[in-house]
């Protein structure tokens, strides 16, 4: 009999563990003490490493202020290599890329978020991740698959394949231009074409699928509306020959069995790590299976690896250059043009918050010159930006408070369906009972990378 044990991570989004020398405070820290992007590795040393392999399930590359600075400010420039040239320039070995790479991950979906800059960004990731990098249903215009569709491991003589996919609802979650010269095509169909594929080749088939769970796993009723966005349940209600699937995006926790194949969603900034573990007789036939979740709180992830390795990491990561970078000035001057350009929105107010969360710069400051990390503060996680609409007596009185701005020498008219519409990421100026919405939107990723000049904070 042998024992096969598939360990799961999903949307750690850049998160680091505070052994690497960050301090708890610190805004990429992974939080409760977890251990971020190094809790697969935490988890496989702990628990063993023998016939095991280690996904993750996308939500790698973007979501920590560190993510931004590793893809805005290369943190090592001795990393850079020479053309191997991809749809995002010359291809450069991430420092993310660097730790999944020593971590030992053995196959990597993409998700929602790892698309925040373009394809090309996990292009220039492929030379160094190969066929690790794996998903079904992302193709180029002309109809071409991007990345693998699959991988196919052996372990102990033992077949497996791991099956990568992205939520379809990709387009309605990122910028258009991030989106524009791919296809995402369905998930679910997609994913059956793959199990079609692979079914008979293999003995385990293992998805690592970017999307939540809809449905209660046990009985299928709703959990919430269905957008296509998550479609967890539906993927092995409908498809016959998945094993295992990995799942996330909704950074929530479960773990169980449905439809005879098991499942586990770990969470978020690697706080947990999904656990799938199968007993397979001589004829490689399913025995037994359980899932289950592994916490990463009370584990060091430095005794995952070797010194050499840890150091290498450091290296990599480059902190106190980090700390600089976070330290260093942004201009936001351009923030309300760059909201305005972004959602047609012309009325706002922002309020930037230093360290300890307290308002000093309202809409109408003079200095166009804050921190990095006070820009990052500035916005309720994650990255809200809330949408009022008020009448024009209400509007009238605030603008004449300076509690409201707006682009353009002109004063904005009313809304074509009535009222006036400010964005702002300070709720608490405003009425609640005129909320009209509010967005997870990363605008603290996509203002400095596509507007602010980080560059000028390299040493």
């Not at 910028?175 to 293999?202: G, L, P, S, W, Y």
């Not at 796993?217 to 959990?223: E, H, Q, S, V």
């Amino acid at each position: 009999m042998t024992t096969i044990t598939i360990l799961g991570t999903s949307d750690i989004h850049g998160f680091l563990p505070t052994s690497l020398g960050l301090e708890p405070t610190d805004i990429s820290a992974a939080s409760h003490g977890s251990a971020g992007i190094l809790s697969g590795a935490a988890i496989r040393h702990a628990h063993g490493s023998e016939h095991t392999l280690l996904i993750d399930a996308g939500d790698y590359y973007f979501g920590s202020p560190y993510a931004t600075f590793a893809h805005c400010v290369r943190a090592n420039d001795t990393q850079t290599t020479q053309p191997a040239q991809t749809d995002g320039g010359s291809a450069f070995l991430s420092p993310l890329t660097k730790s999944a790479l020593i971590c030992g991950y053995d196959a990597m979906a993409p998700g929602n978020h790892d698309f925040d800059h373009g394809v090309g960004v996990l292009r220039a990731q492929q030379p160094f991740l190969g066929e690790k990098l794996v998903c079904c249903n992302v193709f180029d215009l002309s109809g071409t698959r991007i990345f693998p569709a699959y991988r196919i491991l052996e372990l102990a003589d033992v077949s497996v394949a791991v099956i990568g996919a992205v939520t379809g609802a990709l387009p309605q979650l990122t910028a258009f231009a991030n989106t524009a010269d791919i296809i995402v095509d369905d998930a679910v169909q997609c994913i059956a074409d793959a199990v079609h594929e692979v079914r008979k080749q293999v003995d385990l088939v293992i998805l690592a699928y970017h999307g939540g769970i809809e449905r209660d796993m046990a009985d299928g009723r709703p959990t919430q509306y269905d957008t296509g966005e998550d479609q967890a349940y539906r993927i092995l209600d409908s498809i016959q020959g998945i094993d295992g699937m990995i799942c996330g995006h909704q950074h929530r926790t479960a773990y169980g069995e449905s439809h005879g194949a098991l499942y586990v969603q770990p969470g978020y900034q690697g706080e947990f790590v999904g656990a799938m573990r199968f007993e397979l007789e001589a004829d490689h036939s399913i025995r037994s299976q359980s899932a289950s979740l592994f916490d990463t709180t009370a584990l060091d992830p430095e005794h995952a690896l070797d010194v050499q390795s840890n150091l290498a990491l450091r290296e990599a990561f480059n902190l106190p250059r980090y700390r600089r970078w976070l330290e260093g000035p942004i201009d936001v001057s351009h923030f309300a043009q760059y909201v305005t350009d972004k959602t047609g929105i012309r009325s706002y107010r922002y309020t930037w918050r230093d360290g300890c969360c307290k308002p000093f710069e309202t809409a109408r400051s003079t200095s166009p010159r804050i921190s990095v990390e006070t820009f990052k503060r500035s916005f309720p996680s994650p990255y809200a930006l809330s949408v009022f609409r008020l009448t024009e007596e209400e509007y009238q009185a605030l603008a004449e408070r300076d509690i409201i701005a707006w682009s353009g020498s002109q004063h904005p008219r009313p809304e074509t369906l009535g009222g006036y519409r400010v964005i702002t990421n300070d709720p608490q100026a405003f009425p609640a009972y005129r909320l009209e919405r509010c967005s997870v939107d990363n605008v603290f990723d996509e203002y400095i990378a596509q507007v602010a000049d980080s560059t000028r904070y390299a040493a």
